[in-house]
């Protein structure tokens, strides 16, 4: 199983996602931007560090938001929040801070779905890491 981490990055009433690129596994399908833990590495270092290669950001990382499965997938999303820098795409065709009650029009990837499907049933007044 391959253990991937995505950042769920809050402002208000709006989220940051990220739509992955043509040529990739679900290229051109919106997410919330991480990727895959490299051998030994922790969720929450892995989220930093590809956030970091990226995005360009550096972030905090908080709670743990929601876990997804399939067969070759574990997808554990967390709360995060922008330490420094100004957002510059490195493998993604286009970033969108987005309307939490909007992101249903967004095609997501699938691994992505359970973690929409809980933010958009949330009232989430401030975040909370």
């Known amino acids: 199983m ?24 679900h290229g051109s399908k919106w997410e919330f931007p991480g990727g895959k ?25 908080g709670k743990k938001f929601e876990t997804t499965k ?4 574990e997808l554990t999303s967390f709360l995060c929040e922008i330490v420094s820098g100004d957002i510059k795409l490195n493998v ?10 909007g992101l ?6 699938p691994a992505d779905i ?3 499907h809980k933010i958009t049933g949330l009232k989430i007044k401030k975040q909370v890491l």
């Open 70 to 73: 399939s067969e070759t997938i």
């Open 104 to 109: 249903a029009e967004y095609d997501f990837a």
């Open 92 to 101: 993604h065709e286009e970033y969108k801070w987005a309307a939490i009650s």
């Open 37 to 61: 833990a490299e051998k030994g590495e922790s969720l929450k270092a892995c989220l930093k560090r590809e956030i970091k290669e990226e995005l360009d950001l550096d972030i905090k990382v």
């Open 2 to 25: 391959i253990k991937v981490a995505a950042a769920v990055i809050i402002k208000g009433n709006k989220v940051l996602i990220a739509k992955r690129a043509k040529g990739d596994s």
């Open 114 to 116: 359970g973690a929409v």
